[in-house]
């Protein structure tokens, strides 16, 4: 009961405005489990995992680096892992456990997710018995190839590693992975769900623990770009994110997400008319890009430019009227806002 008690809490706090499949959404609550072992000194290793398959989950290799017999648990149950495929690089492990009784996820695609599309992320953070649930929007897609790894401020926190992220029709669409830190709050990364069909044709794990860095533990300067601007974002080191930008968007200048963090710096550094020019360069790479319009639209207000605000509001309101509405509160927001 205290298991239903918590994911209503969650429904209930989902914002109205966005469509979302309550049933699907409280089975997928009930397809993440707790992935558990003891490590060499009696601790207890654990993370988060998502029923993909039956007698079949999906979780995060770094979660099995100090337990050489975890289990799959939910409350007091436990179910011995039998059998392990490692993408150790991609910190993705599919695991095998019998007689599991969890009904297998829906499975989504990170392929089809859009920048400010609301997502949930479900999972043990921090331990917790029950799965915790968290809302956020999609901040960034880079290619993963296939699907796109998904950056969003669905929050996750120790012992979610591994957990799931979900659109709101209860579609997994990532595995919760990574994250950055820093006094402007944490980046979060999910991995793609198509990366779990691949998968598949790995070899059996012949003996635990697992050994091997992830791609998230590389050398800083040998990271994907969108990894190494996520460090000085979260840090409000504009002039280091300056510098990670510059190189991105030389290396791929048709990037619409090099550019905006180009924009970003520059933005946050006071330079208004570079970081419009680079808005605009980074829009036309992806035109119904909600976050850099909006970025475009506030520019705009504050310089007073009222053709341009004009514009933003038609091009937001064609996309959803929804978001032309909002823009349109804002620019029309008193000083005491």
């Known amino acids: 009961m205290r298991l239903v008690l918590l994911f209503c809490t969650f429904i209930l706090g989902v914002t109205p405005s966005y469509a ?170 999910a991995l793609p769900v198509e990366w779990i069909a691949t998968m598949r044709d790995l070899p059996y794990l012949e003996k635990l623990p697992i050994a091997g860095k992830a791609l998230w533990e590389e050398d800083e300067d040998k990271k994907p770009f969108y990894m190494q601007a996520a460090v000085p974002e979260s840090r409000y080191d504009w002039p280091a994110l300056e510098q990670v930008a510059e190189k991105w968007t030389k290396a791929e200048p048709e990037s619409p997400e090099a550019w905006l963090a180009l924009a970003v710096s520059q933005e946050k550094m006071d330079k208004p008319a570079l970081a419009n020019e ?18 475009i639209g506030n520019l705009a207000k504050k310089r007073g430019d009222q053709t341009e605000m004009d514009r933003i509001y038609r091009k937001l309101s064609s996309i959803d009227q929804e978001y032309g509405d909002q823009y349109k509160a804002h620019i029309e927001c008193i000083q005491a806002c």
């Open 20 to 189: 979302y499949d309550k049933q699907a959404l409280i089975e997928s609550y009930f397809s993440v489990v707790m992935i558990r072992g003891f490590n060499e000194t009696g601790g207890l290793a654990y993370g988060s995992g998502v029923v993909v398959a039956p007698n079949e989950v999906i979780t995060n290799c770094h979660i099995l680096r100090t337990t050489k017999e975890p289990w799959v648990a939910r409350g007091q149950d436990s179910y011995p892992i039998t059998t392990v495929r490692a993408d150790t690089w991609n910190d993705l492990c599919l695991v095998t456990a019998e007689n599991l009784p969890f009904k297998p996820v829906k499975i989504g695609k990170s392929s089809t997710l859009q920048r400010g599309q609301e997502v949930a992320g479900i999972g043990h953070s921090s331990g917790s018995p029950a799965p915790l649930t968290s809302t956020g929007n999609v901040h960034g897609l880079y290619a993963g190839n296939p699907g796109n790894v998904i950056r969003t401020n669905a929050k996750f926190l120790l012992g979610a590693s591994g957990s799931g992220l979900f659109d709101l029709d209860g579609r997994l669409v990532g595995i919760n992975t990574f994250k950055t830190a820093g006094r402007g709050g944490s980046i979060h990364f």
């Open 278 to 295: 680079y808005y605009q360069k980074s829009l036309s790479f992806d035109t119904g890009n909600i976050d850099v319009l909006f970025k």
